[in-house]
């Protein structure tokens, strides 16, 4: 896949508003509606850009936000339940993490996001949230309960 050059609407569950919350960007970035937040390791600010070791999972993007300079305010949802496009979701991954691979292609598609049965975990790979379930409806996409805030370590796994 690519990084988004659009909005996207995800399917989701439940009261979205109970989880949204405002983060300062790193710089300037257009945020779109439906994309992958990280927090950047160095500064701790929201940014969509290619995500780095030691960077974490925020949330899901709630609109698109221009950001022109650092610490412009971009609004996410830092939780939920939603149905995020996978390339290959299979009934044995229910109940796996899903994370961006780190060395691998990294970007804020969620459709970007892999399984441990796709791939191994390696160190400073980005947890993006636990799969619950495949989508009865659209088999493409699959349920996730967005867990923000882990990223992978080879000796001590999340952390």
């Known amino acids: 896949m690519a990084a988004l050059s659009a909005d996207v609407d995800h399917p989701h569950k439940g009261n979205l ?5 405002s983060v300062k960007a790193v710089g300037a970035d257009t945020f779109y509606k439906g994309a992958c937040v990280y927090a950047d390791a160095a500064t701790g600010k929201a940014q969509v850009s290619v995500p780095e070791a030691g960077d974490v999972f925020l949330g899901i993007c709630a609109k698109q936000v221009v950001a022109t300079a650092a610490d412009d305010l971009v609004d996410i949802y830092a939780g939920g339940l939603w149905a995020l496009n996978m390339t290959t979701p299979a009934e044995g991954d229910v109940g796996d993490a899903c994370f961006m691979d780190i060395s691998g292609t990294r970007t804020d598609n969620p459709a ?48």
Do not use: C, H, M
Not at 123 to 144: F, P, S, Y
């Open 17 to 21: 508003e109970d989880y949204k919350i």
């Open 112 to 159: 970007d996001a892999i399984f441990p049965g796709d791939q191994a975990l390696a160190a400073n790979d980005i947890l993006i949230g636990k799969l619950l379930a495949i989508d009865v409806e659209e088999t493409t996409r699959g349920w996730v309960l967005l867990q923000p805030g882990w990223i992978y370590s080879a000796t001590l796994g999340w952390v």
